[in-house]
């Protein structure tokens, strides 16, 4: 519909899809939601993973996710408080860049709202498994532990249908039940650093080659793969609950900085001093120093329960385990929420079938929420551990954070006398700082993590040729659906022959192509995808491709430089350090002046700025 000056939206449309939901979730509430996301799985697996990676400097890690997501999170406080919506983060772009940008990065981000409630679950039986290792939830592969088949699977299963049940009463039982929880999960981590700051040994903190044994770059690349942006994961995800929200304008910006920030830091912090000093090696089972050997040890299923066990605090395992059955048992309950709402706004994006906007009588999207459940039954199979989850949907993650910056600056020009309660200074400025952050983000996980996740995300192409572009009438059927055929056969022979595709070891598969090979096939089936929709499009239709095409680029080339530069799999990488960070850099800055470019007014902000001007003038009128 295109909305005019004079007209308030229809019901159904994009505007109004909101008014069906209750606002029910207060300040508290709102930034117990951000904290129950961010302290789940990733306190009780993130200290070893991150100490692994980067040894004492991970220390250093956890204050550079900070700095990073307070950059990324500035622009976001604009946003959520100039437009709270439910499921904000998806439905932004389709306001700046058309539906090709929005179905994009809506599927990116519902990939990983579909995998946290998954990767939660399977923190949880790690932990119990390791524990009581007679009750079969895990076993090896390829000198991993995972979930087991059938036992550790379909346990698994029986948790995601348990949450599945949780959120089908609504928002206010999530919120409010939420709050007593977060307590519990604030306390527990405190007192459990508290515990291994009492076995603290500063040997640790030099032992097997300094500060840094693994090399500054280690620090970095612990981000993703070490899971401190999946921990910090809260920040964002706060904004998908805004039409919930009581007082959202003033409400979000302080749970972002609060709840998405301060919080999560401290207690971050704190466990991973304590677990650095409280490591035991001999109770590892691991060589004084070899950093490295800790993802393979004793410890990994379970690392602060055998650290706390080890600084001679028995008793406390029990609490410890509780803990680590209620804290990512309560994160995926929260994550399966978030996805539903994806669903939904990816719904009123006319991104996928309106029947996924149905409200129960608890205001829940009740056939989003039970078709995020069996899609999340999906994911126990590709990689059914935690410690080789994390990287890609810690970057699955970040993506969406990728588009705050672009929105943030084509609004100020689209939409300039928008009331915004939170205006910032020097919004370009902020606007590519958090870009650029998201972006290196993304690049620290590393070629394996990201080859993995960007082979999933292409898929949205067929899918938005084969159902968007044709049900809004953008491009003809008949070539639409060939095109999406072959664009699907295409990419499944590329991916499984890359031989990089799900590979526990996280290494290629032999007889894997060579990179020239396979990126080059990469680059020219997602090409001639794309030049073929825009040929068979109408105007229209081409005008949302050009508005998403600069993503499509930007990750193609962040994909050669993962694989030249230093967090790739070459030994001698082509680009050593700094040369790549550089050249991320540039590459950064000119996406995001070309994203900025492809943004403009669209039918959708048409409605928001009509229903404000609606508003103004009753306003007026007294």
């Not at 650290?307 to 605090?313: L, T």
Request: glycine share 12%; charged share 10%.
């Amino acid at each position: 519909m295109s909305a005019t000056p004079d007209a308030l939206p229809v019901e159904g449309a994009y505007e109004a899809s909101d008014a069906h939901l209750k606002q029910q979730i207060s300040l508290f509430g709102l930034i117990a939601l951000a904290v129950s996301v961010q302290v789940g799985s990733g306190w009780l697996l993130a200290t070893l993973a991150a100490a692994s990676i980067a040894g004492p400097a991970s220390i250093l890690t956890w204050v550079l996710g900070a700095v990073f997501f307070g950059i990324i999170g500035v622009t976001w406080m604009e946003l959520g408080a100039m437009l709270p919506r439910s499921g904000a983060g998806v439905r932004y772009p389709r306001l700046t860049h058309g539906a090709f940008l929005s179905w994009f990065n809506g599927w990116g981000y519902l990939i990983a709202a579909l995998a946290l409630p998954v990767i939660e679950v399977q923190a949880v039986l790690t932990y119990i498994g390791g524990n009581w290792p007679e009750l079969g939830f895990l076993e090896e592969r390829a000198g991993i532990t995972v979930l087991s088949w059938p036992r550790g699977i379909l346990v698994g299963f029986v948790l995601l249908f348990v949450f599945f049940l949780l959120n089908s009463f609504g928002a206010k039982l999530l919120s409010e039940s939420n709050k007593y929880v977060t307590i519990w999960k604030i306390v527990i981590p405190l007192v459990t650093a508290g515990l291994m700051f009492t076995a603290f040994s500063s040997a640790n903190f030099t032992i097997g080659g300094g500060f840094a044994p693994l090399g500054t770059g280690a620090a970095f690349g612990a981000l993703a793969s070490g899971g401190i942006v999946f921990a910090y994961s809260g920040l964002r995800q706060i904004l998908d609950f805004g039409g919930e929200v009581v007082n959202p304008q003033r409400n979000i910006p302080i749970a972002i900085v609060v709840g998405g920030l301060i919080i999560p830091l401290v207690i971050y912090i704190l466990l991973q001093i304590s677990f650095l000093g409280a490591i035991d090696w001999a109770s590892a089972g691991v060589e004084p120093g070899d950093w490295t050997g800790l993802i393979g040890s004793g410890w990994a299923s379970a690392p602060l329960l055998n650290a706390v066990v080890a600084a001679g605090f028995t008793w406390f395992s029990i609490v410890l385990l509780s803990d680590a059955a209620l804290s990512p048992a309560a994160t995926g309950w929260v994550w399966l929420g978030i996805g539903t709402r994806t669903v939904y706004s990816m719904s009123v994006n006319k991104e996928l079938p309106t029947v996924f906007q149905r409200i129960n009588r608890h205001g829940t999207p009740i056939l989003a929420l039970a078709a995020c459940t069996g899609l999340g039954l999906l994911f126990f199979f590709p990689a059914p551990s935690w410690y080789l989850f994390v990287g890609m949907v810690s970057i699955a993650l970040t993506l969406s954070y990728v588009m705050g910056g672009p929105v943030l600056a084509v609004l100020r020009r689209t939409a300039p006398d928008f009331p915004r309660p939170v205006k910032l200074k020097g919004a370009v400025f902020w606007a590519l700082a958090g870009y650029v952050a998201s972006l290196m983000l993304i690049y620290f996980a590393g070629w394996v993590p990201l080859i993995n996740l960007f082979t999933l995300v292409f898929f949205a192409l067929p899918l938005y040729g084969a159902y968007t572009s044709v049900s809004e009438g953008w491009s003809r059927p008949g070539p639409s659906w060939l095109l999406s055929a072959a664009f699907t056969a295409a990419w499944v022979v590329t991916a499984v022959g890359g031989g990089w595709l799900a590979t526990l070891d996280q290494e290629q598969r032999e007889g894997g192509w060579g990179f020239p090979v396979y990126f080059t096939a990469i680059v020219l089936v997602v090409a001639l995808f794309m030049a073929g929709l825009y040929a068979v499009s109408t105007e229209v239709g081409r005008r949302h491709i050009r508005g998403g095409a600069w993503l499509v680029t930007t990750i193609l080339a962040l994909l050669l430089l993962a694989y030249l530069g230093q967090f790739g799999p070459v030994d001698s990488p082509v680009l050593p350090n700094p040369v790549d960070l550089v050249l991320m850099v540039l590459v950064s800055v000119g996406s995001f002046f070309w994203s900025v470019r492809a943004g403009g007014p669209t039918e959708e902000l048409g409605e928001i700025l009509a229903a404000q001007a609606e508003r103004d003038r009753a306003r007026a009128m007294g």
